[in-house]
């Protein structure tokens, strides 16, 4: 009986070991999948705003598409020459580049 016993525990102490890991594994999962997709979503706003600067449409414009799709974000357009042009946006810790031509 004693044996039997012991065998129960040993189940219950093996999951009371593993489900913190588990639960600690899904939670770095979803935060690489959220920080994947800012990143990506980053992405495609910087190049819109390539778009945008090459159509020559205004800065204020421009910033106003931007916070509207994504609140607290900035930009930088810096030209590199030769009719090239870089965009540079960035949201708390990410950042996301494009470029463009003029």
Known sequence: MRQRFIERGSATAELVVAL???ISLAL???KFVGATLHHERLQFLA????QAAMRD???????RELQSAL???SYSISDRG???LTVTIR????SAVADGFW
């Open 28 to 30: 770095f999962g979803v």
């Open 91 to 94: 949201h708390g810790a990410a």
């Open 57 to 63: 449409e205004s800065s204020a414009a421009i910033s």
């Open 82 to 84: 030769d009719g090239r």
């Open 71 to 73: 609140p607290g974000a």
């Open 47 to 50: 190049e819109g705003i390539v």
């Open 20 to 22: 913190p890991i588990l």
